[in-house]
């Protein structure tokens, strides 16, 4: 089957520490997301990459990083910097260019911050 | 940036009866408009969208309405069913400088009660 794997679905870090998230995504899809959630505040972006090599920043980036050496892979690491990391974490990809494609979720990775 | 808002923020309904969730968007460019529906611990599936050129689209028990003058646009849901009990979240689209990425409401939690 076609889809989105994210791994693993619950994280626990302790405060201080970067961790990386993991999406994984066997559609060919060339369009990639990383979207927080939080309870009551719906999904917000944090970053997206277009094409392989190339991520940009979305509305919530500071605490976070991207790479995207693979069109499959787009791990996303929470930073010490992050403020606030305890989220729930969505990747997404689509394709056809991405505009006015359909996103594909995956199905979050929970990550607690102590 | 785009802003999306939703409501109701919850919605309960009697098993039979329907549900309308309601949107509004800021940017008139925006013309792609998906709804989701979010089960808990997983990532938001696709139910139903429309494109500006469109201003009805019905699936079996589900419509969305799309008022592009007013910028709002609305998912119905006739004869609930307890499995329809969810979030859901509307959600219209960016623009270039966001790569095109979704931008969401805050989403609507749906109790169908039998």
């Known amino acids: 089957d076609g889809g989105i794997t994210q791994s693993p679905k619950y994280l626990f870090r302790k405060e201080g520490q970067n961790v990386t998230l993991s999406c994984e995504q066997n559609l060919n899809h060339d369009a990639m997301y990383w979207y927080r959630q939080d309870p009551g505040q719906g999904l917000r972006l944090i970053y997206y990459s277009q094409i392989v090599n190339d991520f940009q920043k979305g509305d919530i980036a500071e605490g976070y990083s991207v790479s995207r050496e693979k069109k499959e892979s787009f791990p996303l690491t929470v930073t010490s910097a992050q403020k606030n990391p305890t989220a729930f974490y969505l990747c997404a990809s689509n394709g056809q260019g991405a505009l006015n494609s359909p996103l594909h979720f995956g199905n979050g990775t929970r990550l607690t911050v102590t | 940036g785009e802003n999306v808002e939703q409501h109701p923020s919850t919605l309960s309904v009697q098993e039979g009866d329907s549900a309308v969730i309601k949107c509004t968007y800021s940017?008139?460019?925006?013309?792609?408009f998906p709804w989701y529906k979010q089960e808990l611990g997983k990532g938001p599936q696709l139910i139903i969208d429309?494109?500006?050129?469109?201003g009805e689209k019905k699936d079996q028990r589900i419509a969305v309405t799309l008022n592009k003058t007013a910028k709002h646009f609305s998912l119905h849901i006739t004869e609930t069913q307890p499995e329809d009990s969810a979030v859901y979240f509307c959600?219209?689209?960016?623009?270039?400088?966001?790569?095109?990425?979704?931008?969401f409401g805050k989403g609507t939690s749906l109790l169908v009660t039998p």
């Open positions: 940017d008139s460019a925006s013309n792609y």
């Open positions: 429309i494109r500006s050129n469109v």
């Open positions: 959600a219209a689209s960016g623009n270039s400088n966001s790569g095109y990425a979704l931008n």
